[in-house]
């Protein structure tokens, strides 16, 4: 009883005490500390805005961030007078193309959120291999090396400078943001199932082509093998990428990408009601146009 009393005495003490506290508090609050004042914008800062902010929500992000970037690399932001090119170049290989077979807001509904920008090379330490680019969690890709690339330049083989690589990583890292959106048929991966391999970058591209992989880097995993299949396909016209697997001697080889073929077109078809051949003659067109 007495343990009971004191409990009773103690809340009504306290009370009191909360609702001063609180009374006191309200009275101390000041104005916000979070800025609404716009940022300064250069031409370029609007221009970005009118062209990718506002119609498809994605932010073109170019200028240095520690959070954007790994501190261990050596990379840096490009040059201004590179961002607005390749921002051109994403509205004339990807986003136009899709939009027009897609739907006028196909974009805008699956797309990246945010692309980031970096001037120099990402080399891989301890491998020979360089990464020109990634996608993150479905919302965001980073390209790489732009301060490099050479609107001359329209090489689909080992040529770094060709302005033809980073169109085709950005096909390749879309096609990671779609599938994130929907995945690809799990028999996808069973079609050359036995063919991958962490050491692609060992192997040539013959080799790869005599196991029924496009190119040595879809051996590395089954989702890799689908995005090079979308991305090789989509970089060039149909008749070229024909010629390309008739040249295979291997026509078992021949036959294990023509299946992997169908499957893309299926997956664009029955997912996003997209014709895929359609696509490509926009995207690869478009390539060829963006040429100096």
């Known amino acids: 009883m007495k343990i009971k009393n004191i409990f009773k005495l103690t809340v009504a003490l306290l009370l009191p005490l909360m609702f001063f506290s609180c009374d006191?508090?309200?009275?101390?609050?000041?104005?916000?500390?979070?800025?609404?004042?716009?940022?300064?914008?250069?031409?370029l800062d609007v221009w970005l805005l009118e062209n990718f902010v506002k119609p498809y929500n994605i932010d073109i992000r170019y200028k240095f961030n520690e959070s954007d970037s790994n501190v261990a690399r050596y990379l840096h932001s490009p040059y201004e007078s590179n961002v607005r090119p390749f921002a051109e170049l994403l509205q004339k290989v990807w986003i136009d193309p899709y939009n027009a077979v897609g739907g006028e807001d196909f974009i805008a509904r699956f797309a990246a959120r945010e692309f980031v920008f970096s001037g120099g090379f990402n080399f891989n330490p301890n491998v020979r291999t360089i990464t020109l680019g990634f996608a993150e969690a479905g919302a965001r890709i980073t390209l790489f090396n732009l301060d490099f690339i050479d609107f001359t330049i329209r090489d689909f083989g080992a040529n770094i400078r060709s302005y033809v690589n980073p169109i085709k990583t950005v096909q390749h890292e879309y096609g990671h943001i779609l599938n994130q959106h929907i995945r690809v048929d799990?028999?996808?991966?069973?079609?050359?199932?036995?063919?991958?391999?962490?050491?692609w970058f060992d192997f040539s591209l013959p080799v790869a082509r005599s196991l029924?992989?496009?190119?040595?880097?879809?051996?590395n995993n089954e989702r890799d093998d689908f995005v090079e299949m979308v991305s090789e396909m989509l970089i060039r016209p149909r008749a070229d990428y024909d010629a390309i697997i008739d040249a295979i001697p291997s026509t078992n080889a021949q036959t294990l990408l023509r299946q992997k073929e169908a499957m893309v077109v299926e997956y664009y078809l029955t997912n996003f009601n997209i014709d895929f051949y359609a696509l490509q003659e926009l995207t690869s067109q478009a390539v060829i146009d963006l040429q100096q």
Do not use: K, M
């Open 24 to 43: 006191r508090n309200t009275d101390s609050l000041t104005e916000s500390q979070i800025s609404v004042v716009p940022p300064i914008r250069s031409d």
């Open 186 to 199: 799990v028999n996808y991966g069973l079609i050359t199932r036995a063919g991958y391999t962490g050491q």
């Open 212 to 219: 029924g992989f496009i190119t040595r880097y879809a051996r």
